[in-house]
């Protein structure tokens, strides 16, 4: 078997990571305006004012401010996103790349504070409704159907301020009203949607990546979450009454986690971290409520929810249409004392005897990606996309004045090869966007050295660069793939 006829080949962006423009035309500032650069040995931190005084703490993607902080702008901080890869300024070159190599989709998310500039504002923002509406003409100029993410680590400032990260059901009424504003204005010209980037991040990076969540991390992650799955499934119903033609998918992270040893408790280690970590969001997400093993993953750590009788009736009337997931890398499980083990951005734990590890720590898993597609759509039966995969790696710009990126080439074959397989098992895979099909900032590390594009950008770590785009290797292989319906990947 092959690759269906009407396989969505593409490539995958955010926003914050591309756009840049960040105080343009009416925008708003999001979270990740304040958001320094990284390192694979430090954090991007937040910077604020509370009691006061211009502070600092550690952040990962998604994450909000401390209680009382309001965001601020350090004059002496380096902000990655601000310029990112000035997509804003480019799209319409970056388009007709992507058109050359035969994308069929291409993903982008919408930022919020472009629409609504403070997040809740009466009335929205014509310069941000028109700049997206010109992206999505110039796609459909070159046949790429736009596949958008409504919110990708894209929240507000403001509004992260006066709800202190979504603990409050404000948040709701404000992301529909934004949801519902942008399926109105670009029916006809977007098909399929997606309401939350790697939604369950808020719980899993907790305690996976080596930290510690206390009990109020986790009061105030699974409030933050309830209230996004009921923001998600008003948004559903809603995108369904506008055009019923609208195909609206949740977005996971997806990680798998195998157990270290054949012992029956790293087994079930194993188990319980894919239920906290995989089901948990995906369960109330495609099948509209909770999952029996939910009570006692708030037992764990003595959560309480805010829930009522009319959220449970709205999950269950907002399922979504198809199951879309990040794919990167596995991990291991287990509950005996390990010295192996990884290091890196948003890697940590046992190490995985049988697999190869990047420099950042995380371990190349095609047969993961199978096991994954498997599971899942075996769980959910509904259509399944791939919306992020794709290898970090630092690019050299050789003597000859190319990218010779075999690794990543090498990378996606072998992934694609995965997805080949898992579809000859009878999954229903409709599409494949890579991550990162144009160079952008990491969200992880903000940096643009860890680099993952068909399309290489001129832009360092510290900001200096012409922004010119060329093709790598990788992009012309891309290009023979898509044109091969995945037949040809030598």
């Known amino acids: 078997m092959s690759f269906p006829k009407n396989f969505l080949w593409g490539g995958a962006t955010a926003a914050n990571q591309i756009e840049g423009a960040y105080d343009v035309d009416g925008k708003g500032l999001s979270v990740t305006d304040i958001m320094t650069a990284g390192g694979l040995d430090h954090p991007r931190m937040l910077t604020y004012k509370l009691n006061g005084k211009l502070q600092k ?12 902080a309001t965001g601020a702008i350090d004059p002496n901080e380096y902000y990655p996103n601000h310029v990112a890869i000035d997509f804003y300024h480019h799209y319409k070159e970056d388009i007709k790349m992507f058109a050359d190599m035969g994308f069929k989709t291409f993903r982008l998310s919408i930022a919020w504070t472009r629409i609504f500039p403070n997040g809740n504002d009466e009335k929205p923002n014509q310069a941000g409704l028109d700049f997206y509406r010109r992206v999505f003409e ?4 070159y046949g790429i159907e736009p596949l958008v993410t409504v919110s990708h680590y894209e929240d ?3 509004l992260s301020e006066k709800y202190n990260d979504w603990q409050d059901r404000g948040m709701i009424d404000c992301y529909v009203k934004y949801a519902k504003t942008l399926f109105k204005e670009y029916k006809g010209l977007v098909k399929y949607w997606l309401t939350f980037n790697e939604i369950n991040t808020a719980v899993m990076f907790l305690d996976m990546f080596g930290g510690n969540g206390n009990d109020k991390d986790y009061q105030h992650a699974y409030q933050k979450l309830h209230y996004q799955f009921v923001a998600s499934a008003r948004a559903v119903k809603a995108a369904h009454e506008i055009d019923p033609n609208y195909v609206v998918g949740n977005m996971i992270c997806g990680i798998v986690d195998y157990p270290l040893t054949p012992n029956p408790k790293d087994v079930l280690k194993c188990r319980h971290a894919w239920e906290k970590n995989i089901f ?4 109330v997400q495609c099948k509209g409520k909770y999952p029996t ?3 006692r993953l708030w037992n764990e750590h003595n959560v309480h929810l805010d829930i009522t009788d009319q959220d449970l ?3 269950a009337e907002g399922k979504v249409d198809m199951y879309t997931f990040s794919y990167y890398m596995s991990n291991v499980v287990t509950t005996h004392e390990v010295k192996d083990k990884v290091g890196g951005n948003f890697a940590a734990g046992a190490k995985n005897p049988y697999l190869n590890y990047s420099e950042w720590g995380w371990a190349t898993d095609p047969t993961g990606l199978q096991y994954y597609l498997e599971v899942i759509y075996d769980r959910y039966d509904i259509p399944v ?8 790696a630092v690019d050299k710009v050789s003597d000859d004045g190319k990218i010779h990126d075999d690794y990543r080439i090498d990378y ?3 992934h694609i090869e995965a997805m080949q397989k898992a579809i000859d098992d009878g999954v229903d895979l409709i599409g494949y966007t890579t991550w990162g099909c144009i160079d952008c900032v990491s969200a992880g590390t903000g940096q643009m050295s860890k680099r993952y594009g068909f399309i290489y950008v001129d832009r360092d770590d510290e900001g200096n660069g012409t922004l010119k785009r060329m093709p790598k290797d990788s992009f012309y292989w891309y290009k023979k793939v898509i044109k091969s319906h995945g037949e040809d990947l030598d």
């Open 293 to 295: 093993f939910a009570k």
């Open 280 to 283: 948990y969001c995906g369960d």
């Open 156 to 158: 507000p400032l403001h």
């Open 412 to 414: 996606l074959r072998q």
């Open 138 to 141: 110039e796609c459909k100029k």
């Open 313 to 315: 009736q709205d999950l």
């Open 57 to 68: 703490s550690p952040s990962v993607p998604g994450a909000g401010l401390p209680e009382g």
């Open 385 to 392: 996309m791939v919306v992020e995969n794709g290898l970090g």
